[in-house]
């Protein structure tokens, strides 16, 4: 079992950028997948990213391709999420989620990541 715990979320203005940490109760051993993923109340949640520990590979979904970038340091145990370019769309709750002994990481599929953390709030405003 893993738990995961987000933080920094907040509210930018519109152009501004924004930080998210996940931190991870333990190292998970290789291999295993990372993402974030954000959810609007009423609408479904949208897989953003996700980082393939053991391949390196590295998927973002096209609303934020080239905006968002996904990244691990492992010597505490965080995961990152470095947004720029903040637009009021991107107003939503934060989550982060792992998958362990995964070679492959699927963003469509939220019953593929079987860890979630509570999430972080991002609100962007105009």
């Known amino acids: 079992q893993v738990q995961l715990v987000e933080s920094g979320g907040g509210s930018v203005e519109s152009g501004g950028s924004l930080t998210l940490s996940c931190v991870a109760s333990?190292?998970?051993?290789?291999?295993?997948?990372v993402g974030w993923f954000r959810q609007v109340p009423g609408k479904e949640r949208e897989g953003l990213a996700s980082?393939?520990?053991?391949?390196?590979?590295?998927t973002y979904a096209e609303s934020v391709k080239g905006r968002f970038t996904i990244s691990r340091d492992s010597a505490v145990n965080t995961l990152h999420l470095k947004m720029n370019s903040l637009q009021p769309e991107d107003t939503a709750m934060y989550y982060c989620?792992?998958?362990?002994?995964?070679?492959?990481?699927?963003?469509?599929?939220?019953?593929?990541?079987?860890?979630w953390g509570q999430g972080t709030q991002v609100t962007v405003s105009s």
């Open positions: 989620a792992a998958a362990l002994r995964a070679w492959r990481c699927d963003l469509r599929s939220q019953e593929s990541w079987p860890y």
């Open positions: 980082l393939q520990i053991g391949l390196g590979e590295t």
């Open positions: 333990r190292n998970i051993a290789s291999p295993y997948c």
